[in-house]
């Protein structure tokens, strides 16, 4: 039989405040154990929680990127579980009034083409704290650095249906929030976290299979390999003649397997009710409309401009717009050197490949957007050739000399002098009597064979069209 | 409310109700529960929900780091610390 995958994903996205969604406590990731856990992050009785404005916007920003509906008025909710990372006995979250609602997200397919993902909802709600159950034999540690620090849980309709499509949502989630400045989504670091639902029902049915949900996925790649594993897994149950049990697995990367998660044998009862702590939140037009005006230009919007403005194809626009900072680059570096196409060739090919080889950012890129440019100038004018570009691109990486600097200082100007040139292809022919003799017999294809000699002659300065050209010309005579 | 439900609610808030307790906190629980049937009997359409009795509006603060470590002070008031770690019977085997 022939099964269909139905994936629904609820991704948490740690939102990038100073402080603490309800007090003034640091977020700095890697700080010392309990040093930036306070009164109100402990639970200290009296101790009263304060709405982070800078949180709200935040989520009301995301809401708008994704051209959802934004609640007027949001509540939160006391949602309740014991658990010693969790001082409160319950963590503030939405219920029914969540901040953000419906909405929908554009994805790439694979075979071409794009498809539109519901998004559920979105709902602010605060982390928990870690538990260390390795650091001693008697009992385990807790740390509260992270309780408190302010999270947008973003719930998917059951819309995905491949790994890929899975992961395809993700980095497009992940590139919004990244241009949206809204959180560095970094998974490694657990700033977007997801959990996925999966279920499989015979190709074309109407109703859904029962589901399983899969929790803290920390990657890309491993959202995919725990996504397919579950599938096979349910499948070939089904195919048994077994039944799915609606659980909660645990994804083991190690041995890329899922498994059922140990010790809940009480069924998850929440017992929500409205947190009696916090008042109603209140978003008015004016403070929408404030938020709007402040959107910067979305992925989707950028690459469709960088396809007409500069004339990208598709595919390097993709790529230069998959994060905001290589795009805020490419921009720089095409306006500056005035030519978009080659601009978006080194960008994406040449200084994507030195970034790869370094392990750094754009951000940390060696070379600047203006030395970049002004290289690309250099090609355009005829002062370098193409290949000696990047000879001069190694060197800008590698050192503090601009690109005027290196040409000059190691003699690295193209020759475009004819004299010179000739001077070059009379030793060449020299050299290769018998080459010239069958190029002169009509054996076309030597001629590059020549030319490339003259080249390595003029260690690569000689302008190459004016060698082809002189070459033929004076073969031909 | 039978005692199998009291049980299950103890467990669920981590209250413990003795056998001897159990009949009177479900006769109790029994009144309240009979109070909210009589109250979801009134008909509410065209009432908007009412989440805080209060007429007022949540507060906003600004995103600023205003408190500063005071891990010592408060590592002190827990029955047990190590290694600046709070300090609990372990939660999995």
Same mark, same amino acid.
């Given at each position: 039989?022939?099964?269909?995958?139905?994936?629904?994903?609820?991704?948490?996205?740690?939102?990038?405040?100073?402080?603490?969604?309800?007090?003034?406590?640091?977020?700095?990731?890697?700080?010392?154990?309990?040093?930036?856990?306070?009164?109100?992050?402990?639970?200290?009785?009296?101790?009263?929680?304060?709405?982070?404005?800078?949180?709200?916007?935040?989520?009301?920003?995301?809401?708008?990127?994704?051209?959802?509906?934004?609640?007027?008025?949001?509540?939160?909710?006391?949602?309740?579980?014991?658990?010693?990372?969790?001082?409160?006995?319950?963590?503030?979250?939405?219920?029914?009034?969540?901040?953000?609602?419906?909405?929908?997200?554009?994805?790439?397919?694979?075979?071409?083409?794009?498809?539109?993902?519901?998004?559920?909802?979105?709902?602010?709600? #605060? &982390?928990? $704290?870690?538990?260390?159950? @390795?650091?001693?034999?008697?009992? %385990?540690?807790? !740390?509260?650095? =992270?309780?408190?620090?302010?999270?947008?849980?973003?719930?998917?309709?059951?819309?995905?249906?491949?790994?890929?499509?899975?992961?395809?949502?993700?980095?497009?989630?992940?590139?919004?929030?990244?241009?949206?400045?809204?959180?560095?989504?970094?998974?490694?670091?657990?700033?977007?976290?997801?959990?996925?639902?999966?279920?499989?029902?015979?190709?074309?049915?109407?109703?859904?299979?029962?589901?399983?949900?899969?929790?803290?996925?920390?990657?890309?790649?491993?959202?995919?390999?725990?996504?397919?594993?579950?599938?096979?897994?349910?499948?070939?149950?089904? #195919? &048994?003649? $077994?039944?799915?049990?609606? @659980?909660?697995?645990?994804?083991? %990367?190690?041995? !890329?397997?899922? =498994?059922?998660?140990?010790?809940?044998?009480?069924?998850?009862?929440?017992?929500?009710?409205?947190?009696?702590?916090?008042?109603?939140?209140?978003?008015?037009?004016?403070?929408?409309?404030?938020?709007?005006?402040?959107?910067?230009?979305?992925?989707?919007?950028?690459?469709?401009?960088?396809?007409?403005?500069?004339?990208?194809?598709?595919?390097?626009?993709?790529?230069?717009?998959?994060?905001?900072?290589?795009?805020?680059?490419?921009?720089?570096?095409?306006?500056?050197?005035?030519?978009?196409?080659?601009?978006?060739?080194?960008?994406?090919?040449?200084?994507?490949?030195?970034?790869?080889?370094?392990?750094?950012?754009?951000?940390?890129?060696?070379?600047?957007?203006?030395?970049?440019?002004?290289?690309?100038?250099?090609?355009?004018?005829?002062?370098?050739?193409?290949?000696?570009?990047?000879?001069?691109?190694?060197?800008?990486?590698?050192?503090?000399?601009?690109?005027?600097?290196?040409?000059?200082?190691?003699?690295?100007?193209?020759?475009?002098?004819?004299?010179?040139?000739?001077?070059?292809?009379?030793?060449?022919?020299?050299?290769?009597?018998?080459?010239?003799?069958?190029?002169?017999?009509?054996?076309?294809?030597?001629?590059?064979?020549?030319?490339?000699?003259?080249?390595?002659?003029?260690?690569?300065?000689?302008?190459?069209?004016?060698?082809?050209?002189?070459?033929?010309?004076?073969?031909?005579? | 409310?039978?005692?199998?439900?009291?049980?299950?609610?103890?467990?669920?808030?981590?209250?413990?109700?003795?056998?001897?307790?159990?009949?009177?906190?479900?006769?109790?629980?029994?009144?309240?529960?009979?109070?909210?049937?009589?109250?979801?009997?009134?008909?509410?359409?065209?009432?908007?929900?009412?989440?805080?009795?209060?007429?007022?509006?949540?507060?906003?603060?600004?995103?600023?780091?205003?408190?500063?470590?005071?891990?010592?002070?408060?590592?002190?008031?827990?029955?047990?610390?190590?290694?600046?770690?709070?300090?609990?019977?372990?939660?999995?085997?």
């Amino acid at each position: 039989m022939e099964w269909e995958t139905v994936i629904g994903l609820e991704v948490h996205v740690q939102l990038s405040t100073r402080s603490k969604l309800f007090s003034g406590t640091s977020t700095a990731f890697g700080a010392e154990p309990n040093t930036q856990a306070n009164i109100y992050d402990l639970a200290m009785p009296g101790t009263l929680p304060v709405l982070n404005g800078e949180a709200l916007r935040m989520a009301v920003r995301f809401g708008l990127a994704i051209g959802a509906e934004i609640s007027r008025q949001s509540i939160f909710d006391r949602k309740n579980y014991f658990y010693p990372d969790l001082p409160k006995g319950y963590q503030t979250s939405q219920l029914d009034y969540p901040t953000v609602g419906r909405g929908s997200i554009v994805i790439p397919l694979d075979g071409g083409g794009e498809k539109r993902i519901g998004v559920t909802r979105a709902h602010m709600e #605060e &982390d928990a $704290g870690k538990s260390l159950h @390795e650091a001693f034999t008697d009992g %385990s540690g807790i !740390d509260l650095n =992270r309780a408190g620090t302010p999270l947008l849980e973003i719930v998917s309709e059951p819309d995905l249906r491949s790994a890929k499509e899975a992961v395809a949502y993700l980095k497009k989630l992940h590139s919004i929030v990244r241009y949206l400045d809204i959180s560095d989504g970094d998974m490694s670091q657990g700033s977007m976290r997801c959990d996925a639902n999966v279920s499989i029902r015979p190709m074309g049915a109407s109703e859904f299979g029962t589901r399983t949900e899969i929790k803290n996925i920390n990657s890309f790649r491993f959202v995919e390999k725990a996504i397919n594993f579950e599938a096979r897994r349910q499948r070939e149950l089904l #195919e &048994d003649g $077994g039944e799915i049990t609606q @659980e909660t697995r645990l994804y083991d %990367s190690t041995r !890329d397997e899922t =498994r059922p998660m140990r010790g809940k044998e009480v069924a998850n009862d929440y017992r929500y009710f409205p947190e009696p702590d916090l008042l109603p939140v209140v978003i008015d037009d004016k403070l929408i409309e404030q938020i709007r005006t402040e959107l910067p230009e979305l992925p989707d919007a950028r690459r469709q401009r960088f396809a007409a403005e500069y004339g990208l194809s598709p595919y390097d626009a993709d790529v230069l717009t998959a994060n905001r900072e290589m795009a805020d680059y490419f921009e720089r570096v095409a306006t500056a050197c005035g030519d978009a196409k080659l601009a978006a060739n080194w960008v994406s090919v040449e200084l994507q490949a030195l970034l790869n080889r370094e392990n750094l950012e754009i951000a940390d890129s060696p070379i600047s957007t203006a030395n970049l440019a002004t290289l690309i100038q250099r090609i355009k004018d005829g002062t370098i050739s193409g290949k000696i570009a990047k000879t001069v691109f190694e060197q800008l990486a590698s050192g503090d000399a601009g690109v005027d600097e290196i040409i000059e200082q190691q003699g690295l100007r193209q020759v475009t002098d004819a004299g010179e040139i000739e001077k070059l292809i009379d030793q060449v022919i020299a050299e290769n009597a018998p080459q010239a003799q069958q190029f002169r017999n009509g054996k076309q294809q030597v001629l590059g064979y020549l030319v490339g000699q003259a080249m390595k002659l003029s260690k690569g300065k000689a302008n190459p069209a004016q060698v082809n050209q002189l070459l033929r010309d004076k073969l031909e005579s | 409310m039978d005692k199998s439900e009291i049980d299950k609610i103890a467990t669920l808030a981590r209250l413990r109700v003795s056998p001897a307790e159990a009949d009177e906190v479900a006769t109790r629980i029994g009144g309240i529960l009979t109070l909210i049937d009589q109250m979801q009997s009134v008909d509410t359409a065209g009432v908007e929900p009412l989440a805080h009795p209060l007429d007022a509006v949540q507060r906003l603060r600004a995103d600023e780091v205003t408190e500063t470590d005071r891990r010592d002070e408060l590592l002190a008031l827990a029955p047990s610390s190590r290694d600046g770690l709070f300090l609990v019977p372990k939660v999995i085997e």
